[in-house]
């Protein structure tokens, strides 16, 4: 039989899955992805308790979970499902059937727009905001999950937490969020 691992162990561990994309999304930038674990079973099993050892942490302290198109539809059923909670998918707009809830945010060279469905979000309830990666450059106004977050909100919503598998520390993302963040891993 073997040892069971700590949460801290798996994290070591799920840094192991992590792949280098040089270039990617344009030249300059080395992409880290840590999504590569999903392409073995020993990888989908190690973030699983992972995200169910982290769900424990929020136990009686969220009432749904709010995942990011669209790596964090991958990791936030796993949170919802050890949790026994709804998740509200959070999509670019034209990918949610109308009636959404919309809001529009600036990026360094345009515009996007987030949106939930109508209903999706009951006023008060707690959330937490999943997805893979933070990044947030300082040339972007504002972020996926930063516009997340505040479109949740204004939805009546309770942002309790965001919570990321990987953070990029020298963009400075987390400055300009106005919530909890965890992350598992910041480089």
Do not use: W
Not at 153 to 178: H, P, T, W, Y
């Amino acid at each position: 039989m073997s040892p069971i691992n700590s949460f801290k162990d798996d994290v070591k561990e799920l840094l192991e899955f992590v792949q280098y994309f040089p270039d990617f999304p344009k030249p300059g930038i080395l992409y880290k992805d840590v999504l590569s674990a999903f392409n073995s079973a020993e990888g989908v099993n190690l973030i699983s308790r992972v995200l169910q050892n982290y769900a424990e942490s929020l136990r009686g302290k969220v009432d749904c979970v709010a995942m990011l198109e669209s790596r964090g539809f991958l990791l936030g059923p796993i949170i919802a499902l050890h949790l026994n909670i709804p998740c509200v998918p959070v999509c670019k707009k034209g990918n949610l059937p109308n009636p959404v809830f919309e809001l529009s945010y600036s990026l360094e060279y345009g515009e996007d727009t987030v949106v939930i469905q109508l209903g999706s979000v009951q006023k008060g309830n707690r959330i937490v905001v999943v997805d893979d990666f933070l990044a947030t450059g300082v040339f972007l106004l504002i972020g996926t999950l930063q516009a997340a977050t505040t479109l949740l909100k204004n939805a009546g919503g309770i942002v309790v937490e965001c919570f990321v598998l990987m953070e990029k520390l020298e963009l400075k993302g987390r400055e300009k969020l106005d919530c909890h963040i965890t992350c598992l891993v910041s480089e």
